[in-house]
């Protein structure tokens, strides 16, 4: 019992790296109420970089945000979107992230209410 907890206390975590991107984020705070909750998901490799595409879903509606298709974009999602992977791409390399978690999907959430506060 004692080994198991040890074992889940010493578990790899990627909340310094998460922690980094969200604290990079500058959402336009005086359209709060446009867009609110943003989720990146994002690979490192095992240097820090950004490994592929970073994905942006709009955590209110769901939906894939997709610069290439506005109109399926609810208002102000694009830019919050830009801002979002403007964050992860200029933070890089990421030199915390444990070697035990590069290529695996972070899920990084962006929440303007809580930046802007």
Known sequence: MILAILLLLAAPSP??????MQQRWT????TIEVVTDLTAIVRLDAKGFVK??????????????????????????IPAA?????A????????SLPPQLAGQALKVDFNAQSACS
């Open 15 to 20: 909340d310094a790296v998460i922690a980094q």
């Open 27 to 30: 959402p336009a705070c005086e």
């Open 52 to 77: 592929g595409d970073i994905v942006i879903v709009d955590r209110r509606t769901g939906l894939l945000i997709d610069p290439a298709k506005p109109e399926s974009a609810s208002p102000g999602a």
């Open 82 to 86: 830009a801002r979002a992977k403007k």
């Open 88 to 95: 992860i791409v200029s933070g890089q390399p990421y030199r």
